[in-house]
């Protein structure tokens, strides 16, 4: 069942964190989906731009209303990740998104504020909510590349002004993180300090945190092991600090680039096992398993898992 994003945060707000999860074909929308029913999980499924581009919009809009057939039992929202005003006036209009992102955060603070508050006026006579990007994240999304030196953490007095002028709805605020798989250098971690200020100043507000993924060590491990290459440097979020930022309003988790090492893990070991194998199913078979066991185990460590019931309790009032 698609629910609104609003309806999410208004019982998560506080207590636990909702897994937004990028989805970009049939296979890991599967594997979504039993993840979350698996873990009894609510969550929010996410598209970018570059997803809507890949396996074009209206396929994946189908695909999720087929997933949402297949397990009835489901609870989520579709949401757009990082749009710009263009997207998000489409999804704004296809009827089809619970909520949007405009992330004009690489703008100037009045133009962010302009930009955001065009969309917010447009998304609220739909009752579509808004989530806007305010301070910068290092890393590479879309096709906007922002390096470390240019990365720059949430202004808090900045956040109250920004959601006062744009009535945005949820503000995605850089509190440390950085998008991809090197995100911290040695025992770096999630500014608490931040978080801490920015949840006091728009107290209410859920925060979303964006560049969440862990990036575990054994994963990456195992992807070099089986031919890959990735720097053995590759860094992420402890697990263990989405709870505690979830008790300071980070009622978003954005995860994309741990679910990319799964795929990539299962394949890359798959056809080294079986070199002789060019059938893509069986490996597509073991990656569904795999990322439902992924997102079960994320779920977990959010605090929404086991919140299924709850939540279709309190949206039936
Ligand atoms: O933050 C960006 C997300 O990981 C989506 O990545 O734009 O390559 O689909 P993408
Ligand atoms: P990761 O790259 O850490 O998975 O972040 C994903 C994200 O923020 C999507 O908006
Ligand atoms: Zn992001």
Redesign the pocket.
Known sequence: MIVTTAELYKLAYGKYAIGAY?I?NAEQTMGLFRGCIQSKAPFII?I????RK?TDKRMLEAIIRSASEIFPEAIFAVHL??GDEEACIDCINSGFYSSVMIDASHETFEQNVAITKRVVDLAHKKGISVEAELGQLG????DIQVDEGHACLTNPEEAVEFVRLTGCDSLAAAIGTS??AYKFKGHQSLRFDVIEAIQKRIHGTPIVM??SSSVPKSEVERINAAGGKLDPSACGVDENEYLPAAKLGVTKI?I??DGRLVWTRVHREFFRDKPTEFDFRPPGTIFQTEYANFIAAKNQKLGSAGKLEEIRAALKK
């Open positions: 990028n970009n996410q970018s731009k570059g997803a890949y990740d990082h890393g590479v999304e879309e998008h991809g964006h560049g954005n994309d680039t």
